[in-house]
Nanobody, 120 residues
Framework: QVQLVESGGGLVQPGGSLNLSCVASGSIKIGDVGWSRQAPGKQRELVASMNSSGGTTYYADSVKGRFTISRDNAKNTVYLQMDSLIPDDTAVYYC??????????????WGQGTQVTVSS
């Protein structure tokens, strides 16, 4: 079984930065991964994704040029660097993706979410 644990969220002023981490315990390989967010009263939206090779990335228009997704396969960790944060970035951020378990099964997993609040 794979568990995703996100960290790095918190309260930040507009214009500030945060770096979210998602550690996949129990995983031996990372496939396609992404970060989504859900603000109060809104649907969950995909903000960034990366394919298994790391060669292809996607960013929502609302975060393009400000957010960067990356991965460290050796550490089974996915990151989301968030710069130039604005109040509209306030949401719970979720890590999700396909991970290979130690029993050699590929499955899709979601983390529990980490709160990001952008406010002065």
């Amino acid at each position: 079984q794979v568990q995703l644990v996100e960290s790095g969220g918190g309260l930040v002023q507009p214009g500030g930065s945060l770096n979210l981490s998602c550690v996949a315990s129990g995983s031996i390989k990372i496939g396609d991964v992404g970060w989504s967010r859900q603000a109060p009263g809104k649907q969950r939206e995909l903000v960034a994704s990366m394919n298994s090779s790391g060669g292809t990335t996607y960013y929502a228009d609302s975060v393009k040029g400000r957010f960067t997704i990356s991965r460290d396969n050796a550490k089974n960790t996915v990151y989301l660097q968030m710069d130039s944060l604005i109040p509209d970035d306030t949401a719970v951020y979720y890590c999700n993706g396909f991970f290979l378990s130690q029993s050699l099964v590929w499955s899709n997993y979601w983390g529990q979410g980490t709160q990001v609040t952008v406010s002065s």
